[in-house]
């Protein structure tokens, strides 16, 4: 069974390949290499040997993307990543990000719906939830005030996708990501951020290798266990593995609504100093950190319930936060050693 995974060089795309070829699919990937090279297509050829085509294909290009559906139209489903994603940038050109993940979505609905393809799997985020204070987070959580255009982008998207399939015959799934982190365990692939990045595992990894000369801890008064904030960090891998399971729920066809959300996080909140604590005990590399201000637009804590997750999709995060750090670490490593290689 063949699937067309959009954004399938990027970060999440990539792992979920990876899940999706270990058992038993057959992947094409869209990706403009707008963020990414394909540089993480060579990885997973060495993780899988399957060597994995990709379309260099800008989505927001109706015929192009038509031309793509056209060519595989054998395809038992899409599962769409590509966006961009980085909320400062956003923040300073909302345009960009409305234009990019939106006409995208719209043109991949619109090829979804002239070729019958009946099952979509979307990338949501849990910034969909705003600042919410309603802890933990269900799926049916009012969703609170976007925090960046990048957020609306999501909230915007999946009310598409809702009311698209209201009156179509697709199935779709919106799959909420909390923070996902880490690599796959061969360090083959990982996340390759453009630029200095913003996340904090990216940054933790950065400092301790020597990229980054000191980390801030964003506010240390908050009224948390540490004074730091909470998330759910949850590893890339638990959540490629979702979306296996959340195509072949569509496939078997035992959702009861054309359009389900599903959060993927672990359920438990991880304050930023543990998750130091986390990466220093994996690595034994003592972090040049600091404790500095509080970053605007940060909501204090957020974390999952994944009942609904675990119960309808048989879905089970086990990767828990010192593999995601020593797996984030070990890639970092990987990184500077082919640099240093080449
Ligand atoms: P990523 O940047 O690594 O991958 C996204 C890929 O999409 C990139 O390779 C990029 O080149 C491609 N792309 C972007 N716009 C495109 C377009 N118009 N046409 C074709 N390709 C295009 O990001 P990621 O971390 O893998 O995120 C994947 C999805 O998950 C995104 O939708 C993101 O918003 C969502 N998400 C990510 C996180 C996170 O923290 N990483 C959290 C929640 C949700
Ligand atoms: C985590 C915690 C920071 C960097 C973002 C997006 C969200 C989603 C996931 C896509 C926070 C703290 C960070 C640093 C720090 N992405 N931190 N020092 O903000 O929860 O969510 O990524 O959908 O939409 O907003 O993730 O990794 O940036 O921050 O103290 O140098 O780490 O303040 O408490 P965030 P993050």
Redesign the pocket.
Known sequence: MKVLVTGGCGYIGAHTIVDLINNGFDVVSVDSNIRSSTQLLDGIEKITGKKIRNYKVDLCNLEDTHAVFHENRDIVGVIHFAAL?T?PESVADPLFYFHNNLASLVNVLKCVKEFNIPNLVFSS?C?VYGNTTELPVVEATPLGEAQSP??RTKQMGEQMIQDYSKVNDTQSILLR?F?PVGAHPSALIGELPLGRP???VP?ITQTAIGKIPK?????HDYDTRDGS?I?DYIHVMDIANAHTKALQYLLDQKNTDNCEIFNLGTGNGVT?LEAIKAFEKISGVKLNYELGPR?PG?VIAIYANNNKAKQLLGWEPNIGIEDMMRTAWQWEVALRDRVLSN
């Open positions: 994603k909320v985020s910034s990048y957020a990501y923070n913003d996340n904090l940054v980390l801030t801890v964003f506010g904030c998330r930023v970053r940060d």
